[in-house]
Nanobody
Framework: QVQLVESGGGLVRPGGSLRLSCAAS????????MSWYRQAPGKEREFVAV???????NYADSVKNRFTISRDNTENRVFLQMNSLKPEDTAVYYC?????WGQGTQVTVSS
């Protein structure tokens, strides 16, 4: 069955960096686009970034030039490198494929 398992979240100070990872299994990973979403407390889940099967990338305006999505098709993993983090980046971050979601990983940006 399809599994998406995120890791790498944590507490970081404003201006810091984190790298999230999502391990995928149960489908032909290299053939499909993969996405990251996030949900802040009291807000709806929102799109963060997507990477296509050929490596094309797209980002939400709020994270452009700070976050980088990448993938490793040999390990069936997708990554989200987050730099220059802000308190408003605090959220649970989710990996998504098709209609499947991971369990999420908490990112907290606070001094």
């Amino acid at each position: 069955q399809v599994q998406l398992v995120e890791s790498g979240g944590g507490l970081v100070r404003p201006g810091g960096s984190l790298r999230l990872s999502c391990a995928a299994s149960g489908f032909g990973f290299s053939l499909y686009a993969m996405s990251w979403y996030r949900q802040a407390p009291g807000k709806e889940r929102e799109f963060v970034a997507v990477i296509g099967s050929t490596g094309t990338r797209n980002y939400a305006d709020s994270v452009k030039n700070r976050f980088t999505i990448s993938r490793d098709n040999t390990e069936n993993r997708v990554f989200l490198q987050m730099n220059s983090l802000k308190p408003e980046d605090t959220a649970v971050y989710y990996c998504k494929w098709n209609h499947y979601w991971g369990q999420g990983t908490q990112v907290t940006v606070s001094s």
